[in-house]
């Protein structure tokens, strides 16, 4: 599963199928985690099912 949503330069999935909260949320904790970054950029296009997961993926962030 982990193959089809890595791609070499960004994570790709389907809302609800390969791309679920529970799969953002643990993608944001390792990103934050491993780079110890202070500031995030986070992407997405002008699709509605995008908004929940870069939701999730903010509020991680901003928490972290």
Do not use: H, N, P
Not at 22 to 38: E, N, Q, S, T, V
């Amino acid at each position: 599963m982990l193959s089809e949503i890595f791609k070499a330069y960004d994570v790709r999935g389907i809302y609800g199928e390969t791309l679920t909260e529970d799969i953002c949320y643990k993608i944001g904790r390792a990103f934050a985690y491993f780079l110890k970054c202070k500031d995030v950029v986070v992407g997405t296009q002008m699709q509605y099912s995008l908004a929940r997961s870069a939701r999730m993926l903010f509020i991680l962030l901003q928490d972290f």
